[in-house]
């Protein structure tokens, strides 16, 4: 992947307009994986082409499930049935992605042959252990490297039985993982976390025709029961229309109208959260994709205030937060971030990387722990200008580039190949609605 990829932002500037961020990159996930596990043929529509997703399809490609490319957001699949996947090659490189990483050693697990888990050098560094220890419960042979980072080893299923897992973190990788393991098990495997994650797998197996037993806070299901096809329509990916719902409610002026946003319960936190910063969000025209709600949102500039947001707000908006520091930057008085502390195992540590670049742009703002402190500029007030290392992290340079909208200095945002890997167009999308910015490929 190319570091020297560069976003390079004027600054100033306001929103306008009509748009559709692309599909939701963990249902897109799960959409190739239940479907390559299915009987029969699946089609899926609103696929988010991106480098991670496309990871999850090589992947199943290389095991066999026939999966073809009718339009860049379209997909028909041919699944090959729970147990009818192939011993690929060789690794699966899994890229960048933890989600492929994550919910694949759980499905790996139950196969009856061995296969090994591979990604790039960041992936390579993000906690395995938290799903290798309960998959060992349940009795599959997967080893990790010493660190308790990938690759991962796992050898072919000896007898799986189903547990019932108390879960130290909420997280829909966890999960979805020990679900899709579940399906392999003997008897049931449920899982309990400390607050609802996000719900995808429980709402897409049972369009599937799988049996799941879901509440708030838990999921489970029986062992052996077989998927079957289904058409999946993706919805537009609430994490990528954060970028956009922080950058129109920070500048004053700004209406953007973001279309066919997915907003399942488990993930609107970010609205919840901006909402309590005085921003105004109107959901519009709800509605239904198969299992997932669905609506338009509405966005209007307006000041914000800083908040305190806890730990109950934390899980149904994991992968927005970047984005929410830009917010309370921008907002008028100081935000409390507190019981985040799953940010700093994310593709990069995203408080420490928010944080110092905060700092860069001139903002008074505190690494904790589990979370920050950071001192608006207000409406009134401009961040500077700067450098960013982004770090590599997707989520890190795109709040950045919306940061220069409020920014009385231009913005360069280092290292940002791998804003690929969940918002392809990103750059083109934003300048259209009236973002200043420009890409600078480089060479390597």
Known sequence: MNKKTV?????????????????????????????????????ISGFLNGEDCLSTMKAFRAMGAEVQIDAPDRLRIDGVGLYGLKAPGQALDLGNSGTSMRLMAGLMSGQRFGSVLSGDASLSRRPMRRVVDPLRRMGAQIETAESGTAPLSIGPANHLHGIRYESPVSSAQVKSCLLLAGLYAEGET??????????????????????????????????????????????????SAAFFLVAAAIVPGSE?????????????????????????????????FGSEPVADLRVRGVGLSGVEIGAELVASAIDEFPALFIAAACAHGETVISGAEELRVKESDRIQAMVDGLRVLGVDAEARADGACIAGVGAEGQLGGGRIDSLGDHRVAMSFAVAALRASAPIVIDDCANVDTSFPGFAELAAGAGLPITVDHGHD
């Open 190 to 239: 449920v899982v309990v976390e400390p607050a609802p994650s996000r719900d995808h797998s429980e709402r897409m197996l049972q369009v599937f025709g799988v049996d799941v037993k879901a509440r708030p806070g838990s999921a489970g299901l029986r062992g052996g029961q077989s998927l079957h096809a289904s058409d999946i329509r993706v919805p537009a990916d609430i994490s």
């Open 7 to 43: 976003f390079k932002l004027s600054a100033g500037g306001r929103l306008q307009g009509r748009l559709r961020v692309p599909g939701d990159k963990s249902i897109s996930h799960r959409s190739v994986m239940f479907a390559s596990l299915a009987e029969g043929r699946s089609r």
């Open 256 to 288: 953007l109208i973001l279309t066919d946003v997915g907003i399942n319960p488990t993930r609107t936190g970010v609205i919840e959260i901006l909402r309590r910063m005085g921003a105004d969000i109107e959901v519009l025209e709800p509605r239904e």
